[in-house]
């Protein structure tokens, strides 16, 4: 079984994950209170459009790009383009059946 390769990798050590856009992600990480997936999940009700500070295991975390295919919604051009990021511990044995 062929195995994705992550895009990037990162090494987390604070128990804590935050994410959103660039400059809410600085905001946030001054002040946010990490809280469980459960309930960050239920604030954006499934969307992460807005930062947050999640609970997180400790060790390397996975990226993958997910590619989107036809016409980039920035650019309105025909091509594949980065529609954004899935992201799991390394211990995650199948991010392919995650994803799917």
Not at 2 to 13: A, E, F, I, N
Not at 19 to 47: C, N, Q, R, V, W
Not at 59 to 71: D, E, F, H, P, R
């Amino acid at each position: 079984m062929r195995r994705w390769q992550p895009d990037q990798t990162m090494d987390l050590s604070f128990g804590k994950f935050c994410f959103g856009l660039p400059f809410e992600i600085a905001e946030a990480a001054k002040h946010g209170e990490a809280m469980d997936f459960e309930t960050a999940f239920e604030k954006t009700s499934g969307y992460a459009a807005v930062p947050l500070v999640v609970s997180a295991q400790n060790g390397i975390w996975n990226a993958y790009k997910l590619v989107g295919k036809g016409q980039c919604p920035m650019t309105r051009k025909p091509k594949e383009y980065v529609a954004g990021w899935f992201l799991c511990h390394s211990t995650m044995e199948d991010p392919v059946f995650e994803v799917r």
